[in-house]
């Protein structure tokens, strides 16, 4: 064998070698980003399963609250109108946005609620109340859940060599469910 051909076959050899490594580097982080990406979206389906709860539970709620409280009619539509918003709310993003607002119109009803004794006794309301602080913890679970899958999965789009392989295929970072602002503050119940 002459000293150019066996150049070449060493040649060839060695580039099927990293060609064969790229393409086994290449799948299996890719498929690493599928894996965690469809661990997010079960989380977050899980989250949603929870909201979807509580969304049910609102009218009901809303409506046990009404007969005794028709003077807190802005409280009542406010309630109402977050949760249209998510009804209508489309993206995650959009989503967390829109459930963070119906969270803090509910605490706000439920301070209302105090101011009526009557209600609180009310065996509906009770019910009704204890669905829904359920669901609340529910949610609370999941969201924590749902916030650990988009942790792992953000971090693994963030770390070299990860972060090249993510910009390629077009993985981005997942939004996490923050609380909002507005939840630092304890609602004010007064009598």
């Known amino acids: 064998m002459t000293a150019g051909r066996k150049n070449f076959l ?42 979807q709860r509580r969304y049910d539970l609102i009218p009901n709620l809303v409506e046990t609250v009404k007969g005794y409280a028709r003077q807190e009619k802005d409280v009542l539509i406010e309630v109402t109108n977050a949760r249209a918003r998510v009804g209508g709310a489309g993206t995650v993003p959009e989503k967390i946005q829109a459930n963070n607002e119906l969270s803090g119109a509910l605490s706000r009803l439920l301070v209302v609620v105090e101011q009526y004794p009557d209600l609180k006794a009310n065996q509906n309301f009770i019910r009704l109340q204890d669905e829904l602080a359920g669901t609340e913890n529910r949610i609370a679970v999941e969201r924590r859940r ?46």
């Open 146 to 191: 749902y916030n650990e899958e988009v942790k792992r999965y953000n971090v693994a789009v963030r770390q070299f060599p990860n972060n090249i392989v993510a910009a390629v295929f077009g993985f981005q970072p997942a939004a996490f469910f923050e609380a909002p602002a507005a939840a630092k503050d304890a609602p004010k119940v007064r009598f």
């Open 10 to 51: 060493i040649g060839t050899v060695v580039s099927l070698i990293v060609l064969i490594s790229l393409y086994s580097f290449f799948k299996g982080k890719y498929n690493a980003f599928v894996a965690l990406d469809e661990s997010v979206k079960s989380s977050w389906a899980q989250v949603e399963n929870q909201l």
